[in-house]
């Protein structure tokens, strides 16, 4: 999936359905910055929610709780250079969504978007994001690994399938999407 930097890649782009409460993307629109160590609990909170939310779309309670729990601010590699990770801020809500790519890996690791934001672009802005610092470091494509129901958020932006994995997450079996593309200039 793609997510949290974490050995076993809980990671995910959840920016595929919406809760209730979907505020005007015209009237607030989303600032890109860089993530910083202050954002960590933020980014819990939005990581946590969107697992929350949007996993029951592909997975069970059980997996979803797996997938949501172990949630620190510390694992969250924002000081790691290999990595350029970002945060989407909207007022008056603060931080809405996060993303990172790992750059010496090539993998796009992170893309969360708060339910109450999804669907408003927030995630295609992050991901664009990634994909721009991608280009700048010199990659030519890069690839990710997808829960199953963000797997068409990134079809949408000419990601792949490669192949469907399993990965192991606090016990439970969450089947994923491994993904790629190429970066055009």
């Known amino acids: 999936m793609t997510t949290d930097g974490d050995p076993d890649p809980d990671s995910d782009s959840?920016?595929?359905s919406s809760s209730g409460s979907e505020p005007d993307p015209t009237s607030n629109p989303v600032t890109l910055r860089p993530a910083t160590s202050e954002d960590g609990e933020a980014l819990v909170e939005v990581h946590?929610?969107?697992i929350r939310e949007l996993g029951p779309a592909a997975y069970d309670p059980e997996q979803v709780e797996a997938w949501a729990a172990n949630k620190r601010p510390d694992r969250y590699p924002l000081e790691d250079e290999s990595t350029r990770a970002v945060v989407a801020d909207r007022e008056p809500h603060g931080i809405v969504g996060f993303g990172w790519v790992d750059l010496e890996a090539g993998e796009v690791t992170a893309v969360y978007v708060h339910p109450d934001h999804a669907r408003q672009g927030v995630g295609r802005s992050i991901l664009e994001h990634l994909e721009t610092a991608a280009r700048?470091?010199?990659?030519?494509?890069?690839?990710?690994?997808?829960s199953?129901?963000?797997?068409?958020?990134?079809?949408?932006?000419?990601?792949e399938p490669?192949?469907?994995?399993?990965?192991?997450?606090?016990g439970e079996r969450l089947e994923c999407v491994r993904m790629r593309t190429e970066l055009d200039d």
Not at 136 to 146: F, I, K, V, Y
Not at 162 to 170: A, G, P, R, S, Y
């Open 48 to 50: 946590v929610a969107s």
């Open 14 to 16: 959840q920016s595929e």
């Open 148 to 159: 199953v129901n963000a797997a068409r958020f990134y079809e949408r932006f000419g990601y």
């Open 162 to 170: 490669v192949e469907h994995v399993d990965h192991d997450i606090n």
């Open 136 to 146: 700048e470091a010199g990659l030519e494509s890069l690839g990710l690994t997808a």
